[in-house]
């Protein structure tokens, strides 16, 4: 099974900051997805990165995927209370379409 | 509303007991997933299912099982019940395997 290492783990900033968030992985995948899950709900798929390389924006939030394909990061440009939540990376193990997560960077943005 | 339904939301349940946790997938969607998220483990799949017939297993215990319907609904079985299958129980579908899976609320269930 191959893995997906987050950080970090916690993360609590101020309205307003900007924030980075990274998905790590020594295995190749052929594409890596990002989700946002709140308390109480299940994940919601935010953007899936094929490319390496790639950039996909999404109003205030970057993300890259890495050239190599092993790695991810999701930036967040003045951060807003409603960006609170559970940021998980995810993509398929090892071919197959079982998603593996990583166990995800908890943000918390205060007003 | 991603679509996708899960029952019950919440239950609280003793050690040793069996429960059944239900899934409908989204209209049209043939593939159902299910995940177990823990705290320290994170969401981890454990079996999925494609029109009726299993497709993949990851970490599932020999105490689970579960099945796909014609109707395409799917169920989850946990048995013979420890404190640690306490967890957050998610399903999830795809139109084809491999596709954009969309997750349901989740059941969360609590072992005394």
């Known amino acids: 099974t191959q893995l997906l290492e987050q950080s970090p783990q916690f993360l609590s900033i101020q309205e307003g900051e900007n924030l980075t968030v990274y998905c790590n992985s020594s295995s190749v995948f052929s594409s890596l997805q990002w989700y946002r899950q709140e308390p109480g709900e299940g994940p919601v798929l935010l953007v899936t990165?094929?490319?390496?390389?790639e950039v996909k924006k999404l109003k205030r939030l970057t993300f890259q995927f890495g050239d190599a394909r092993k790695d991810s990061s999701l930036h967040i440009t003045a951060a807003q209370p409603g960006d609170t939540g559970l940021y998980l990376c995810?993509?398929?193990?090892?071919?197959?379409?079982?998603?593996?997560f990583g166990k995800g960077t908890r943000l918390s943005v205060i007003a | 509303d991603s679509g996708v339904t899960q029952t019950p939301k919440h239950l609280i349940t003793a050690t040793g007991q069996r429960v059944t946790l239900r899934c409908s997938p989204r209209s049209g969607d043939l593939s159902v997933y299910w995940y177990q998220q823990s705290l320290d483990q994170g969401l981890q799949f454990l079996i999925h299912y494609y029109n009726g017939e299993e497709r993949a297993k990851g970490n599932i215990l020999e105490r689970f099982s579960a099945q796909q319907f014609p109707d395409l609904h799917s169920e989850l079985n946990l048995s013979s019940l420890e404190l640690g299958d306490s967890a957050l129980y998610f399903c999830?579908?795809?139109?084809?395997?491999?596709?954009?899976?969309?997750f349901g609320p989740g059941t969360r269930l609590l072992v005394l």
């Open positions: 999830a579908s795809s139109v084809v395997p491999g596709g954009t899976q969309y």
């Open positions: 990165v094929v490319t390496g390389g």
């Open positions: 995810a993509g398929p193990d090892s071919g197959n379409t079982p998603l593996v």
